[in-house]
DNA sequence: ATGAAAGCGCTAACAC
DNA sequence: GTGTTAGCGCTTTCAT
């Protein structure tokens, strides 16, 4: 049991390997009576095809890679779970590689895919050479990329909408009345910070308010950058009411620092998040962020890859936002 | 450039398929004249072997499976990069496949990659029915099982030691003077929570204390669960100065409750957890607990499947304890 | 040190 | 509706 190969079934079954190969995977009608009698020699024989034979022949491996930057950041088990379970149905394995970030091992892992003839790709967040992206061009293998617009058009993609979901997050403090609020996190070059600081200026702007720039402090996006921002604050002798982190490690890093310094929030200082990591809701006062919506993305992401390799989505690359979603809680 | 077939590379090369295939496996000595000529066009075509057909061949895919219930569960993902390291190096590719506790799933991937001929499996948590095991054990795959002991020997196993972390956390409490010390998640059938409740009852006992089942109170693995134990000792008027709870997020409960119950951590009532999650440090007061180690459970699962793998462990299953490890924080 | 040829297990023309 | 046969791209005897 377990190793038999199409041979022993077709006779078991008293049938050709091709009645049973096609009997198996319904590529042409096959008649009842042989239907039944190949389904009954597979299930004596516990056969199983061997995909790495059936994948040399057919050149599709029903699989597809999802390569992501950091594993043990809990956004993306999210979306590998919308993933899974977005093209699980359509019969798709989905396998997960993580890169810790680094370039050449993106480029590893994705050249490694492509040797392993997989159907598809969706990245995470690319850093790799455009070298890799090439060859994905080359051979026509279907890719979605999640996150901001990659510099070749390889594919369609899904992003969130970084700068919107911040404007509303600080529309919520201005909605209290706040009216002095800071942005911690606002010397990013790089990711989604510059998106984020945006969307806080939008809001302040068009609500009538200047910006100060002595309200815009801080870069980084560990708890560190929140600490270190209200310090820089209070020490500064800035006043606020409210202060949009950019992200939510760094909000809970800001609350301990104004704990510490007895800023008590919601009640001196409003503070906001962005992502709505499991840890918001267990910090204490729990964290008003902005749900980046993991889950929702790996599913989109799975989606559009299944309509591509069906062939049912044809044409130029689509580009598909998921808007985040404001959380309210106790901070603000 | 990307879609060479090796007989592309021994023509440029001017050699044979023989010679190029072994100039890049290393199966058997070349001439130094022949392997740069090898060399030099694989890089100018680009050329990288396709796995399936080399797996097809060689029986071999040096790939492995691991396995795992929940990959949202910030345990697995340590555990995922722990493989990652200790495999890598020896050219394997890790694939992930997450069950979601469904032990149809957990069976079907199961199979599915025994289809795909993988080298080797490490399974996170076995649910699955003893039916897929066998075919492991009949194909001569290489396992290693993380958790606790399967009913079938199939391979390595690698785990931890609840009852022994669990005394040890208990004895930080007794150490600090306390002596009416409960325990939440008493109830549990399954898991690792009858190992944990054991580990409790050994300190108590070796304490010279006596178990008082009222003290053993709640069941589950959850924020709810610490936080109905809280309540119920509490509302039964139990007094106690303890607390030993089944997880970190079952302790996370418990502190939320007993803030709400105006009972002050530590100072009233140690608390202690287990786990060490990211979210045990951003609690307050910080939690107290044990580290499950998950990043090393991974690598010595790496490590022992790479080993079986080589040959170069041979003999009946082995079994490696990974001991867990206080970390001392505020709540106790 | 090198090559010719067989074949891993499967699917898909092509014939009937 | 079914079977025969030729490969998919690679490794590996076996022969030189």
């Known amino acids: 049991l377990g190793k038999a190969r199409i041979d022993e079934v077709a006779k078991v079954a008293g049938v050709s390997k091709t009645t049973v190969s096609h009997a198996l995977t319904g590529s042409r009608p096959v008649s009842p009576a042989a239907r039944a009698k190949v389904e009954a020699a597979v299930e004596t024989l516990g056969y199983r095809a061997n995909s790495l034979a059936r994948g040399l022949r057919t050149q599709r491996s029903l699989t597809i890679a999802l390569v992501i930057p950091d594993i043990t950041n809990p956004f993306y088990p999210m979306v590998a779970r919308g993933v899974q379970d977005a093209m699980g149905d359509a019969?798709?394995?989905?396998?997960?590689c993580s890169t810790d970030a680094d370039p050449a091992r993106e480029s590893a892992y994705i050249e490694d895919m492509i040797a392993r003839s997989v159907d598809g790709l969706i990245l995470g967040q690319l850093s790799a050479s455009l070298d890799s992206f090439s060859e994905l061009v080359e051979r026509r293998i279907a890719v979605v990329t999640l996150g901001p617009k990659p510099p070749l058009d390889i594919g369609d993609?899904?992003?969130g909408d970084n700068r919107v979901a911040t404007t509303e997050a600080t529309a919520h403090l201005l909605r209290a009345g706040r009216t002095r609020i800071a942005f911690a996190g606002a010397g990013n070059e790089t990711g989604p910070a510059a998106e984020r600081l945006a969307g806080y200026q939008d809001a302040l702007l068009s609500a009538g308010l200047t910006l100060d720039p002595a309200l815009a402090v801080g870069s980084g996006y560990d708890r560190a950058?929140?600490?270190m921002s209200v310090e820089q604050l209070l020490d500064a002798g800035v006043a606020f009411d409210g202060l949009v982190c950019v992200n939510d490690l760094s909000a809970i890093g800001a609350l301990d620092a104004l704990r510490q310094r007895e800023v008590?929030?919601?009640?001196?200082?409003?503070v906001v998040g962005f992502d709505d990591i499991d840890a918001a809701e267990l910090?204490?006062?729990?964290?008003?962020?902005v749900d980046n919506r993991a889950y929702e993305k790996g599913t989109v992401c799975g989606r559009l890859l299944v309509q591509r390799l069906s062939g049912d989505l044809t044409g130029p690359s689509r580009s598909i936002v998921v808007p985040g979603r404001l959380v309210i809680r106790e901070s603000a």
């Open 91 to 96: 019969g798709y394995q989905v396998v997960l």
């Open 157 to 159: 993609q899904v992003m």
């Open 225 to 227: 950058t929140g600490s």
């Open 264 to 270: 008590s929030v919601p009640q001196d200082v409003g």
């Open 283 to 289: 910090v204490r006062p729990r964290l008003t962020t």
